[in-house]
């Protein structure tokens, strides 16, 4: 399993630090973007993920947050994205599709994500072609809120399925991940934890080291 730390639940203002830790301990860096529409929040562009690559070999994990994920593919392509997750309720089957062959013609890896209320058999018709399935343990928008027990559910219906058709893609839940829900999130199926407030709240190496044991 993968640790993915989320860049949202860094204190900035000692961003050179908690970098270097991150670094050293964990698997991905988590990179979520806010548009203030599709969630009612504001987070970072292309532009910031740009400095950022420059500090890090870590995998890129982007999770577009966004109406218009379509529109700013090639930005983070350029910025240094690896993975790119876009959310089922901001777009239509057509573009959902568009964005997939784009990323495939990129060589950049694609992921799908679902809200806590979507039913997990809306993204049915992608699977075949994902990399990667985030499900979103709390309503996307904000760091810091409490994990809801739906989500696990879903991570056994996507780890059936692929099991079932013989598909590969990651299965990633994102919101509220602590040492408490971490073990038996893994043992449901999930490849990747993405975790910010528990991981940049103390200390990072401790916490992370408690994600993986756990
Ligand atoms: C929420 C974001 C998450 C968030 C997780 O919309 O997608 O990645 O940073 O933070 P915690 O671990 O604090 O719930
Ligand atoms: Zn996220």
């Not at 057509?94 to 799908?112: R, S, Y």
Request: hydrophobic share 40%; with cysteine; glycine share 6%.
């Amino acid at each position: 399993m993968k640790i993915a730390p989320s860049l949202l639940a860094f204190d900035f203002a000692n961003i050179e630090r908690q970098m270097s830790e991150i670094e050293k301990y964990a698997d991905w860096l988590h990179y979520d973007v806010m548009d203030g529409h599709f969630v009612p929040n504001i987070s970072f562009g292309p532009d910031i993920l740009k400095d950022i690559k420059k500090t890090t070999k870590l995998f890129i994990d982007v999770h577009l947050m966004i109406s218009d994920p379509y529109a700013y593919l090639d930005r983070f392509i350029e910025a240094g994205a690896d993975l790119i997750t876009f959310h089922q309720e901001a777009v239509d089957n057509e573009t959902a599709n568009k964005i997939i062959d784009h990323l495939k013609e990129k060589g950049i890896k694609v992921g799908m994500s679902i809200k806590p209320n979507t039913d997990p058999t809306a993204l049915i018709p992608y699977l075949e072609r994902l990399d990667l399935v985030l499900v979103m343990s709390v309503e996307p928008g904000f760091g810091g809120q409490s994990f809801l027990a739906s989500a696990y559910d879903k991570i056994v219906y996507y780890d059936q399925f692929r099991h079932e058709y013989d598909l590969d893609y990651l299965i990633e839940v994102d919101g509220g991940i602590n040492d408490k829900n971490a073990t038996s999130l893994v043992e449901c199926g999930t490849d990747v934890l993405v975790s910010g407030s528990y991981i940049l709240k103390g200390d990072i190496k401790t916490n992370i080291e408690r994600l993986r044991i756990k």
